[in-house]
Protein backbone atom coordinates (compact mmCIF):
# COMPACT_ATOMS: atom_id res chain seq x y z
CA UNK A 1 0.00 0.00 0.00
CA UNK A 2 0.87 3.59 -0.20
CA UNK A 3 -0.89 6.61 -0.08
CA UNK A 4 -2.40 7.90 -2.77
CA UNK A 5 -3.84 10.97 -2.17
CA UNK A 6 -4.97 13.56 1.11
CA UNK A 7 -8.08 15.34 1.12
CA UNK A 8 -8.45 18.13 3.00
CA UNK A 9 -12.21 20.40 3.93
CA UNK A 10 -11.92 24.10 3.16
CA UNK A 11 -15.12 26.34 3.46
CA UNK A 12 -14.32 28.24 0.73
CA UNK A 13 -12.96 26.83 -2.71
CA UNK A 14 -12.08 29.74 -4.16
CA UNK A 15 -9.53 30.80 -1.46
CA UNK A 16 -7.83 27.54 -1.06
CA UNK A 17 -7.69 26.98 -4.25
CA UNK A 18 -5.48 30.07 -5.19
CA UNK A 19 -3.29 29.43 -2.29
CA UNK A 20 -2.21 25.68 -3.65
CA UNK A 21 -2.01 27.66 -6.85
CA UNK A 22 0.45 30.04 -5.53
CA UNK A 23 2.44 27.52 -3.52
CA UNK A 24 3.01 25.66 -7.04
CA UNK A 25 0.69 22.83 -6.79
CA UNK A 26 -0.67 22.04 -10.78
CA UNK A 27 -5.01 21.87 -11.02
CA UNK A 28 -5.46 18.65 -11.81
CA UNK A 29 -9.18 18.18 -11.49
CA UNK A 30 -12.20 21.28 -9.97
CA UNK A 31 -11.57 24.45 -9.56
CA UNK A 32 -12.35 27.78 -7.65
CA UNK A 33 -16.38 26.68 -8.65
CA UNK A 34 -16.07 23.13 -7.98
CA UNK A 35 -17.30 21.10 -4.74
CA UNK A 36 -14.34 19.19 -5.10
CA UNK A 37 -10.59 19.88 -6.83
CA UNK A 38 -7.68 17.68 -7.22
CA UNK A 39 -3.99 19.11 -7.40
CA UNK A 40 -1.02 17.26 -8.99
CA UNK A 41 1.75 17.19 -6.04
CA UNK A 42 4.61 14.79 -7.50
CA UNK A 43 3.01 11.59 -8.23
CA UNK A 44 0.51 12.22 -5.73
CA UNK A 45 -2.37 13.67 -5.27
CA UNK A 46 -3.90 16.90 -2.90
CA UNK A 47 -7.46 17.34 -3.07
CA UNK A 48 -9.94 20.22 -1.32
CA UNK A 49 -13.15 19.40 -0.52
CA UNK A 50 -16.00 22.04 -0.14
CA UNK A 51 -17.34 21.33 3.51
CA UNK A 52 -19.32 23.27 6.27
CA UNK A 53 -17.79 25.39 9.22
CA UNK A 54 -19.38 23.47 11.76
CA UNK A 55 -17.84 19.74 10.65
CA UNK A 56 -15.47 18.55 12.58
CA UNK A 57 -11.68 17.86 11.93
CA UNK A 58 -12.17 14.53 11.98
CA UNK A 59 -14.43 13.84 9.43
CA UNK A 60 -13.51 16.67 7.14
CA UNK A 61 -10.20 15.03 6.89
CA UNK A 62 -9.87 12.09 3.90
CA UNK A 63 -6.33 9.86 3.90
CA UNK A 64 -6.99 7.94 0.54
CA UNK A 65 -4.54 4.71 0.33
CA UNK A 66 -3.83 3.22 -3.21
CA UNK A 67 -3.99 -0.72 -3.28
CA UNK A 68 -4.08 -2.90 -5.90
CA UNK A 69 -7.41 -5.22 -5.56
CA UNK A 70 -9.45 -2.83 -3.79
CA UNK A 71 -12.22 -5.91 -3.29
CA UNK A 72 -9.74 -8.37 -2.00
CA UNK A 73 -9.36 -5.60 0.88
CA UNK A 74 -12.68 -4.92 1.34
CA UNK A 75 -13.42 -8.61 1.58
CA UNK A 76 -10.16 -8.95 4.15
CA UNK A 77 -11.57 -6.39 6.18
CA UNK A 78 -15.06 -7.57 6.48
CA UNK A 79 -13.80 -10.81 6.77
CA UNK A 80 -11.32 -9.55 10.10
CA UNK A 81 -15.03 -8.34 11.88
CA UNK A 82 -14.09 -4.60 10.85
CA UNK A 83 -17.45 -2.12 8.80
CA UNK A 84 -16.42 -0.75 5.67
CA UNK A 85 -19.61 2.17 5.37
CA UNK A 86 -20.35 0.82 1.81
CA UNK A 87 -18.80 -1.79 -0.72
CA UNK A 88 -16.62 -0.74 -3.49
CA UNK A 89 -17.96 1.60 -6.22
CA UNK A 90 -16.89 2.77 -9.13
CA UNK A 91 -16.36 6.56 -9.40
CA UNK A 92 -16.03 8.93 -12.21
CA UNK A 93 -13.00 10.21 -11.34
CA UNK A 94 -11.15 6.90 -12.26
CA UNK A 95 -11.06 4.53 -9.38
CA UNK A 96 -13.07 1.83 -7.26
CA UNK A 97 -12.78 2.58 -3.77
CA UNK A 98 -14.68 2.04 -0.54
CA UNK A 99 -14.54 3.91 2.98
CA UNK A 100 -13.79 3.10 6.65
CA UNK A 101 -13.86 5.78 9.81
CA UNK A 102 -10.97 4.42 12.15
CA UNK A 103 -11.85 3.84 15.77
CA UNK A 104 -11.80 8.17 16.26
CA UNK A 105 -13.74 8.39 13.47
CA UNK A 106 -11.40 9.54 10.83
CA UNK A 107 -12.58 8.46 7.42
CA UNK A 108 -9.91 6.60 5.25
CA UNK A 109 -10.72 5.45 1.68
CA UNK A 110 -9.18 2.65 -0.09
CA UNK A 111 -8.78 2.79 -3.63
CA UNK A 112 -7.99 1.34 -7.08
CA UNK A 113 -7.29 2.50 -10.65
CA UNK A 114 -9.15 1.47 -13.44
Same mark, same amino acid.
Given at each position: ??? #???????????? /? =??FYQQ???????GGEDARFTTFQVGQHH?????????????? #???????VNDV? /? =?YRMFVERGLKPEFAPR????GERYFHICDPDGH??????RL
Open positions: MEI #SAITLMTTCMPT /A =VRVGFELHRLNLRLGNADESPAS #STLVIFAD /A =VDADWPLSFAQ
